[in-house]
């Protein structure tokens, strides 16, 4: 298959283009810059420039994959008109993966806990638990108070043999607003976990990891594009 796929969730557009070549493998392109609010400047041109380098035709599309969300509202929006615009205009599917399913994917080997985190402003950050690979909470968009919370019942509900181990005790944020988040956890009067640790610089979620989620899970096998489908942003978007 070859697939696009579109990541404006955050700040960093990605784009990457997966395509089928003469040996029966697959090559891949990818773009990625820091485009703050010019993702609508920047997205189409990007694509051209992948198709191009991978000397194929829009038309040879199979399949458009975005980010569901959260994220930044309006960048959420752009990469919906796209992934929408460009399957009715190729008569080709798209589908989506949600935001911090996509980030957690690179760390899903790691044992103990794994959160992906958006600074969602106004003091409250987008994020979810994972638990030795496994999601273990709902998206949420929470204060660093209701956060803590969160990891010490997901601690709470690994049972007295893990804490006694000390596994559990670990949380480890990621992503753009991991380094926000760390600041204001470690500041709370009571920590639920011995140790927080933050991945500095680490940028998951990006459009590589929504083409191979895409590929792996075989995204398109069973789905039926829902043209109504929007991303999911959690917070009311007005």
């Not at 205009?89 to 989506?96: E, G, I, S, T, Y």
């Not at 399913?101 to 106004?122: E, N, Q, T």
């Not at 409250?124 to 108070?145: E, H, L, N, Q, T």
Request: hydrophobic share 45%; charged share 20%; with cysteine.
């Amino acid at each position: 298959m070859n697939l696009l796929a579109v990541d404006t969730a955050t700040e960093k557009l990605s784009i990457a283009l997966s395509a089928d070549n003469d040996a029966g493998r697959k090559d891949t392109w990818l773009f990625e810059a820091d485009a703050g609010l010019r993702h609508s400047e920047l997205v189409m041109d990007a694509i051209d420039m992948l198709f191009k380098k991978a000397v194929l035709r829009p038309e040879d599309l199979n399949g458009i994959v975005c980010m569901g969300g959260p994220g930044s509202f309006t960048g959420l929006r752009i990469g919906f008109s796209i992934a929408k615009g460009l399957a009715l205009a190729l008569d080709c599917p798209f589908a989506v993966v949600p935001t911090l399913d996509c980030m957690a994917r690179p760390l899903s080997s790691l044992k103990g806990l794994v959160i992906p985190v958006l600074d969602a402003k106004k003091n409250s950050f987008f994020c979810a638990i994972y638990r030795d690979g496994v999601k273990v909470s709902a998206d949420m968009d929470a204060d660093p108070a209701e956060i803590a919370s969160a990891i010490a019942a997901v601690i709470s509900e690994a049972g007295a043999e893990s804490a006694s181990a000390g596994k559990g005790k670990q949380a480890l944020l990621f992503g753009p607003g991991a380094q926000m988040l760390y600041g204001k956890l470690t500041q709370l009067p009571q920590s639920p976990f011995a140790d927080i640790l933050v991945g500095k610089d680490l940028r998951w979620g990006n459009a590589q990891t929504l083409l191979e989620i895409a590929l792996e899970t075989d995204i398109f096998a069973n789905n039926v594009t829902d043209f109504s489908i929007g991303p999911e942003y959690i917070r009311s978007s007005v």
